[in-house]
């Protein structure tokens, strides 16, 4: 439910969208890049290690895959909220026209509102992010 390949898509199509934008605007959102390309390692690393443990277990679901819902929710809509912001306004019109022959950046431009406004939803489904956080901190973490 992490959903980590999908905000690696993301993330590669504002890599795309950066060259298009202003020098200062470019480094700015370079910097925030940046983070959430660290936050989805640390994303990646939490999934293999619940993967560890499930093959170590009886199967039992654990409640460790609630981190792994937040984070991945979290992550992807910030990366989605990155992807519109380098493509400004741009995109809302691109998600409107219909392009042919779309190269990487084009499809950056479509993808971006789509994924910003549908994304929106990720935090809903699968659990909402506080039901999330419940469970985090009753069976992870034993604060309730």
Same mark, same amino acid.
Not at 2 to 11: D, N, S
Not at 29 to 46: G, I, N, P, S, Y
Not at 71 to 80: D, K, L, T
Not at 98 to 121: D, I, K, N, P, W
């Given at each position: 439910?992490?959903?980590? *390949?999908?905000?690696?898509?993301?993330?590669?199509?504002?890599?795309? @969208?950066? &060259?298009?934008?202003?020098?200062?605007?470019?480094?700015?959102?370079?910097?925030?890049?940046?983070?959430?390309?660290?936050?989805? =390692? +640390?994303?990646?690393?939490?999934?293999?290690?619940?993967?560890?443990?499930? +093959?170590?277990?009886?199967?039992?679901?654990?409640?460790?895959?609630? #981190?792994?819902? =937040?984070? *991945?929710?979290?992550?992807?809509?910030?990366?989605?909220?990155?992807?519109?912001? &380098?493509?400004?306004?741009? /995109?809302?019109?691109?998600?409107? /026209?219909?392009?042919?022959?779309?190269?990487?950046?084009?499809?950056?431009?479509?993808?971006?509102?789509? @994924?910003?406004?549908?994304?929106?939803?990720? @935090?809903?489904? *699968?659990?909402?992010?506080?039901?999330?956080?419940? #469970?985090?901190?009753? &069976?992870?973490?034993? =604060? /309730?």
């Amino acid at each position: 439910i992490a959903r980590a *390949g999908l905000t690696k898509v993301i993330l590669s199509q504002v890599h795309a @969208s950066l &060259a298009r934008c202003a020098p200062g605007k470019a480094e700015a959102l370079r910097r925030k890049l940046a983070l959430l390309e660290v936050e989805l =390692l +640390a994303l990646d690393a939490t999934q293999h290690r619940l993967l560890a443990r499930s +093959a170590a277990s009886d199967g039992a679901v654990d409640p460790m895959s609630s #981190i792994l819902k =937040l984070m *991945g929710s979290e992550v992807r809509q910030r990366a989605s909220e990155l992807l519109l912001e &380098a493509c400004g306004e741009r /995109a809302l019109v691109a998600a409107r /026209a219909s392009v042919c022959e779309s190269s990487r950046h084009e499809e950056a431009l479509e993808r971006a509102a789509e @994924s910003y406004f549908g994304l929106r939803a990720a @935090s809903i489904y *699968g659990g909402t992010s506080e039901i999330q956080k419940n #469970i985090i901190a009753q &069976a992870v973490l034993p =604060l /309730a």
